[in-house]
């Protein structure tokens, strides 16, 4: 995943001309071999499920190096030789590599995930600064997915009684673009939910645009393969005036049945819920303005995607947990139908199951395969989509439980300063004071905001104003 991302984050963005670009391609590529070659040498065992991942990225990579380069060379500009050249020797060390997993780590591939329940109370004490160990963190997350259980089936009833809420939920599915409104419909939602924002003084939104591309030509081939972001973090440091938000393709000479299935899945609550408010509005996107500019360069890094997560696991519980919050205060103010509200506490559901996975998972109390059955037995996850989450939890310790964490602590942090700011409470003083502090976590942000002393390895900061 890093080795290929390093040739596609090269021509995701503009940021220098096309022949630069290629030339800095050139020399990764030329590299790779011998990154795979060391790789192969470090290797003894891995967990299967690991194995088999890195088996489908070497398939994304093969496929970009192949149709991807083709289309680069031949369509968009990038016509030096040497480039095309490099793409072949890269994609021999990607074909090796992949035959190495298949022919020898398969075999002898094991089945254990754990990072244990002492190294996973460490990063919940030293990545996210909680005070809670991973014990309590699954208490509390399965006390909370019982209760969004209650609240769906509540919620159900009072949309049509005697109607589950799946099948309220799948008719979410019909209510799509036609295909010549697909591509301007992120748009629309974009600027609707930004005028409604603003209106309501929820926050200082900056003038900070996005225009919506389908996912590049050359990318197409790869991107089922690989941890592709539709939205990815604008580079921290370069001067923003655009940000690139990629949609599935649409496209009016694709088959009618692979129109329609593209479109179900991309319905219009997901464009406004998951890609704008989430992703690409109030959520992602302006929280990665403010943390661009917070005084703490860690607070500017933390968030950035890069291949499989973000750069700093210390900016999750901030990154995710203020995007989840983001689409329950749009939920607040009404934004919502009724049957996107719904889907909303489904999508709570599934976070607090997220955070059990998580916790259960690498303290050795839930297995793989067990952990793939309380997905789809307790938050109601397809086999498949069970199955790709459980890998993701398995490699990322603390990874999965910081969106119901960071989203429960800012709805607290809010609560206890509205009471003590009084009169002098608002959302949009709140919203900017929280975010102003950029990617850190959450537990630290709230003593900062309310005056508490910070120790970290004896150091004491000094508390800003």
């Not at 060390?93 to 244990?116: N, P, S, V, W």
């Not at 655009?242 to 088959?255: C, F, G, I, S, W």
């Not at 607290?412 to 949009?428: H, K, N």
């Amino acid at each position: 995943g890093e080795a290929v991302f390093s040739i596609i984050s090269l021509f995701l963005r503009d940021y220098a001309p096309i022949r630069e670009r290629a030339e800095a391609a050139t020399e990764r590529m030329l590299a790779i071999p011998e990154l795979l070659r060391q790789g192969s040498a470090n290797l003894k065992r891995a967990p299967r499920a690991w194995v088999e991942k890195g088996i489908n990225e070497c398939t994304g990579a093969i496929a970009l190096l192949t149709e991807g380069v083709d289309i680069l060379f031949e369509r968009h500009g990038v016509n030096d030789p040497a480039f095309f050249s490099a793409a072949r020797v890269a994609r021999e060390g990607f074909r090796i590599f992949k035959h190495d997993l298949q022919e020898r780590l398969l075999a002898t591939a094991h089945d254990h995930y754990a990072c244990g329940a002492e190294a996973f109370d460490m990063l919940l004490r030293t990545g996210h600064c909680l005070e809670m160990d991973g014990a309590a963190v699954e208490a509390y997350a399965r006390a909370r997915l019982e209760e969004a259980r209650r609240n769906l089936a509540a919620m159900a009833e009072q949309i049509e009684p005697g109607t589950p809420a799946e099948q309220l939920l799948a008719r979410l599915q019909d209510d799509h673009p036609a295909q010549p409104d697909y591509y301007p419909a992120f748009q629309a939602e974009f600027d609707a939910a930004r005028t409604y924002a603003i209106e309501r003084e929820l926050l200082t939104w900056p003038d900070y645009p996005i225009v919506f591309e389908p996912i590049p030509d050359w990318a197409r081939a790869a991107q089922p393969y690989l941890y592709f972001l539709f939205y990815r973090a604008p580079a921290p440091f370069d001067p923003h005036v655009v940000q690139r938000y990629l949609m599935t393709p649409v496209e009016p000479d694709m088959p009618a049945e692979e129109q329609m299935r593209r479109l179900r899945a991309t319905n219009r609550s997901q464009i406004r819920l998951n890609h704008i408010i989430h992703h690409g509005g109030i959520g992602h996107h302006v929280q990665n303005w403010w943390a661009y500019r917070a005084e703490s360069r860690i607070a500017r890094v933390a968030a950035v995607d890069c291949a499989l997560r973000i750069a700093m696991l210390c900016g999750g519980t901030m990154a995710e947990g203020w995007a989840c919050y983001a689409v329950d205060l749009m939920g607040e103010q009404g934004y919502f139908t009724p049957l996107e509200a719904l889907s909303e506490q489904q999508s709570l559901a599934r976070m607090a199951a997220r955070a059990v996975v998580d916790c259960g998972l690498h303290r050795g109390t839930l297995s793989f395969d067990a952990a793939v059955a309380f997905y789809r037995d307790e938050a109601s996850m397809p086999e498949q989509a069970a199955r790709t989450e459980v890998i993701k939890n398995s490699m990322f310790p603390g990874a999965a439980m910081m969106y119901l964490i960071g989203t429960d602590a800012i709805h607290t942090l809010r609560r206890d300063l509205q009471d003590r700011w009084g009169a002098e409470f608002s959302l949009r003083r709140f919203h900017d004071a929280f975010l102003a502090h950029g990617s850190l976590p959450v537990a630290l942000v709230a003593k900062l905001m309310q005056g508490e002393p910070i120790t970290l390895d004896g150091y004491v900061p000094p508390l800003s104003g």
